[in-house]
């Protein structure tokens, strides 16, 4: 069964990083790329990253660009997010996704930016 | 931040067919597959159509897909209580330095 497990989420100040983990079980993460999506309190999904299998190439949504930073470990099943100089309007619910097509979701971990 | 254009809100009555539209351009839909998911409440997005019309397995053929130029379409035929739920059109959009976008939303609720 595929899985996809999110942590790391919490109550960080402004200005402040959190660095969060998505760990895959139930299938070969190498053989695909991955994603982040995020969605705030009330809002609709925001796509803000992702990366190739390999890790070699990386993409990321203009509002979070020079902020994040996406990366992998294929041989721990796990992505990662590191997230830096957080603002209010990064508060929201980080999900993982798998795939071009994001067929596979995790249930999400938390992040509030306040205060 | 959002490129992919639907309405707001959607209802119908049990057993009636709804659509959701998905208003794009051609960077976007006009060049990519469009995916659709479907959120219900508290829980995590799920892959309901990719590709514009194939069905993941496990979901049901009430639920349709379609694409036509820069615009897409979801359509719920046989409407349950069960698709009370939030759904979103998707596509990869190839201006800039390439981003995935997913549309503004659609709220179905079951009258």
């Known amino acids: 069964e595929v899985q996809l497990v999110e942590s790391g989420g919490g109550l960080v100040q402004p200005g402040g990083s959190l660095r969060l983990s998505c760990a895959a079980s139930g299938f070969t993460l190498s053989n695909y790329e991955m994603n982040w999506v995020r969605q705030a309190p009330g809002k609709g999904l925001e796509w803000i990253s992702c990366?190739?299998?390999?890790?070699?190439?990386?993409y990321f949504a203009d509002s979070v660009k020079g902020r994040f930073t996406i990366s992998r470990d294929n041989a721990k099943n796990s992505l990662y997010l590191q997230t830096n100089s957080l603002r209010a309007e990064d508060t929201a619910v980080y999900y993982c996704?798998?795939?071009?097509?994001?067929?596979?979701w995790g249930q999400g971990t938390l992040v509030t930016v306040s205060s | 931040q959002f490129v992919l254009t639907q309405p707001p809100s959607a209802s119908g009555t049990p057993g009636q067919r709804v659509t959701i539209s998905c208003s794009g351009a051609?960077?976007?839909?006009?060049?990519?597959?469009v995916n659709w998911y479907q959120q219900l409440p508290g829980t995590a997005p799920r892959l309901l159509i990719y590709?514009?019309?194939q069905r993941p397995s496990g979901v049901p053929d009430r639920f349709s897909g379609s694409k036509s130029g820069t615009s897409a379409s979801l359509a719920i035929s046989g409407l349950q209580s069960e698709d009370e739920a939030d759904y979103y059109c998707a596509a990869w959009d190839d201006s800039l330095s390439g981003r995935y976008v997913f549309g503004t939303g659609t709220k179905v609720t079951i009258l």
């Open positions: 051609s960077s976007n839909i006009g060049t990519n597959t």
């Open positions: 996704a798998r795939g071009i097509i994001h067929d596979y």
């Open positions: 590709g514009n019309n």
């Open positions: 990366i190739s299998s390999s890790g070699g190439t990386t």
